[in-house]
């Protein structure tokens, strides 16, 4: 019995009818005018909506998250059509393209699974198709990864709520048409949890006040600003009530941290094809980079390691457990620190072609790589999840340890 070739996509894993429905799908929609609208989105640094109509039009989201029932409290995405997905995005060596398209993904997710209200459920359907563009907001300046710094508030008024704030990073926001904002209810505190009152709202864009669009280190295409809130919604924009808030944030964060594990197995595999063919192809002493035994172990090292991070996402693909957040964040947290590892590594390897953004995409990639290790959670706070869940092993302690 054989399986699919070390570097081919996890899409190759389909067994299933509607996997290999779904593999077909990818196929056809992540074609040559995909990737030139990935191309285009770095140098035009603005994200291309026509990449999720392609998706919607393609059937992409909708097989995706037809493999969940959204009237169901498990309302999920298999996790193959998720990480399939984001391998796939990973490829397209443009880190703005995949994570705003794992930002949409993430928040399809929170609304599918705590979307109920007629509203909530049109704009799911309509960000599957491809009509509508999602993002998320939740920090505020100085807060970081931290909740506790949130400010932004929601008071009831008038049968629904006034939405009073900032957000100091809102991605996609200049492009996209609905945002799920993170704010406090004053007042609303459950179980004495600092965050506890934290309540999720749908906003659309044209009720904020949007802030001029940052010059980024890389992923251009992932247009970020600033925004200000202050606008009276409709009780139907509640997506999650305070006591319900931070596990409906959780679970579309969880979302898009196993996204970008999938995206960065797609970019080192990208960055690694195009290494080895520089070493083969670049002379150096009079014979190719590749007969040179330091950079040959060195790419071989890297490679081994790539290896053992896609049979662990195939592995999840497979292996029909369901999401969760401590395994999100020791992937996700896993996957960027070798994701920025290769990068430099192949890099480097370039040589001074590596450094010129004109003549090789290496040093764009590098730079775009160090966002998988700060967005959707830094290294630490990913760290900090996966260390809550370790389990001492007091019987084996008492039988081999004395002191």
Same mark, same amino acid.
């Given at each position: 019995m054989t399986g699919p070739g070390p570097a081919e996509p996890l899409s190759a894993l389909a @067994? &299933?009818?509607r996997q290999l429905d779904f593999a077909a799908a990818l196929d056809a929609a992540f074609d040559e005018k995909m990737q030139l609208l990935a191309d285009e @989105? /770095?140098? @035009?640094?603005? +994200?291309?909506r026509e990449v999720v109509e392609i998706l919607g039009d393609r059937g992409v989201l909708g097989m995706k998250w037809d493999t969940a029932q959204q009237d169901s409290p498990q309302s999920h995405t298999d996790l193959y059509y998720l990480l399939a997905f984001a391998e796939r995005l990973g490829r397209l060596g443009s880190a703005g393209v995949a994570a705003g398209m794992s930002l949409h993904d993430s928040s399809i997710a929170i609304l599918r699974r705590f979307g109920r209200s007629e509203y909530l459920r049109r704009v799911a359907q309509d960000a599957i198709a491809g009509r509508t563009l999602l993002c998320i907001g939740a920090t505020e300046n100085g807060g970081g990864s931290d909740l506790q710094g949130a400010v932004s508030t929601a008071v009831a /008024?008038?049968?629904?709520?006034?939405?009073?704030?900032?957000?100091? +990073?809102?991605?996609?926001?200049?492009v996209a048409d609905v945002a799920i904002l993170v704010v406090r209810v004053p007042g609303a505190t459950v179980g004495g949890s600092g965050l506890s009152d934290l309540a999720l709202f749908a906003v659309p864009i044209d009720r904020l006040e949007l802030g001029p669009v940052y010059a980024k280190v890389g992923a251009h295409g992932f247009v970020t600003a600033?925004? &200000?809130?202050?606008? *009276?919604?409709?009780? /139907?924009?509640?997506?999650?009530?305070?006591? &319900?808030?931070? @596990?409906?944030?959780? *679970?579309?964060?969880?979302?898009?941290?196993?996204s970008i594990a999938g995206q960065v197995l797609g970019a080192c595999d990208s960055a690694l094809g195009l290494t080895v063919a520089r070493m083969k192809r670049r002379e150096q002493f009079g014979t190719p980079l590749f007969a040179h035994q330091a950079l040959r172990l060195r790419i071989a090292d890297l490679d081994a390691r790539v290896g053992v991070l896609r049979w662990a996402l195939r592995g999840l693909a497979l292996s029909g457990a369901r999401l969760d957040a401590r395994t999100a964040a020791a992937m996700k947290v896993t996957a960027a620190r070798l994701g920025s590892e290769v990068l430099s590594e192949c890099m480097h390897i370039f040589g001074g072609t590596g450094y010129l953004t004109e003549q090789s995409p290496l040093g764009q990639w590098w730079c775009d790589m160090k966002l998988a290790r700060v967005g959707g959670g830094t290294d630490e706070v990913l760290w900090e999840l996966v260390a809550a869940g370790l389990v001492p092993d007091y019987d084996s302690y008492d039988r081999l340890v004395h002191e």
């Open positions: @067994a &299933t009818p @989105a /770095e140098s @035009a640094r603005v +994200f291309p /008024e008038r049968g629904g709520y006034r939405l009073v704030g900032h957000k100091k +990073f809102l991605s996609l926001s200049p600033p925004i &200000t809130v202050d606008t *009276w919604l409709p009780a /139907e924009h509640l997506i999650a009530r305070p006591g &319900t808030g931070m @596990a409906a944030l959780t *679970w579309g964060i969880s979302h898009e941290r196993l």
